[in-house]
């Protein structure tokens, strides 16, 4: 999912909200492993370890036990000038999930090569263009069902309440750089050791996206030249 699309639901979804705590209409079992957002560590491997998941390793199944449901999944790509589909993703989206009385949205990158992809493209119920001029494509349920398998590559999560700069620190710590858009001011919180980019919107509104830290270069290559927040005078 592109990156102002996600920016796009998450001003959406925090209108009129403020804070960080949602308790659950009712108790629920009580689940041992830790499912917070700021809860994030590397594994033996190096491999980023976040709402219980390891990106990499973590089959989508998991995801999809754990969240109740089987969640939207939909293909992506790009045409080559010769019409030609390329640049496949494919992700699942997950609306209004509680864990740990925290409520929010996910968007959940499987990790899968164009070997893979490319076919189930071709098998592609409805296709759809987006605004960027990337492909949409609904897949057959044949194809849905074998996603189920693949590990996690990325998770993007959509937190349903607003922060502050008070309450990001406390809970993610200082970031080793910010870079902030000129165009729309999203401030983005960057912490490669933990592979994660915290986006931040002048109204609180937060997108937060997990990595390994092996793909943190490209995950913030739009952020290439980009200045940190100005001081205040």
């Known amino acids: 999912m592109e990156r102002r699309m996600i920016l796009s639901i998450l001003a959406a979804a925090v209108l009129g909200f403020v804070g960080i705590m ?3 209409p009712e108790e629920r079992a009580e689940d041992p492993t830790p499912r917070l957002p700021w809860q994030v560590e590397q ?4 491999r980023t370890r976040v709402f ?3 990106l990499g390793e973590t ?10 449901e089987p969640g939207e999944i939909n293909l992506f790509a790009r045409l080559d000038a010769n019409q030609q589909a390329t640049d496949f993703a494919v992700e699942a989206y ?3 999930i509680y864990l740990n009385r925290l409520r929010g949205d996910f968007v959940i990158g499987l990790q899968a090569d164009a070997a893979t992809l490319a076919p189930m493209f071709e098998r592609g119920l409805r296709i759809s263009q987006l ?8 897949l057959d349920p044949a194809d849905i069902g074998s996603l189920a398998a693949l590990p996690i590559a990325s998770i993007t999560y959509l937190p349903w309440k607003s922060l502050d700069t008070e309450i990001v620190t406390q809970r993610f710590g200082t970031p080793a750089e910010q870079r902030v858009e000129p165009e729309t001011g999203v401030t983005h ?12 919107d002048k109204k609180g509104g937060v997108v937060i996206q997990y990595v390994n830290r092996e793909a943190f270069g490209r995950l913030i290559e739009p952020l290439e030249g980009l200045a940190g927040p100005q001081a205040s005078p």
Do not use: H, I
């Open 52 to 54: 219980g998941f390891t």
């Open 43 to 46: 594994d033996a491997q190096g």
């Open 131 to 138: 605004g960027s001029g990337a492909k949409k494509v609904e």
């Open 22 to 24: 949602l308790l659950l």
């Open 59 to 68: 089959p989508l199944s998991e995801v999809q036990r754990v969240f109740a």
């Open 189 to 200: 919180w960057l912490y490669p050791d933990r592979g994660m980019d915290l986006a931040m």
């Open 94 to 96: 997950f609306e209004q």
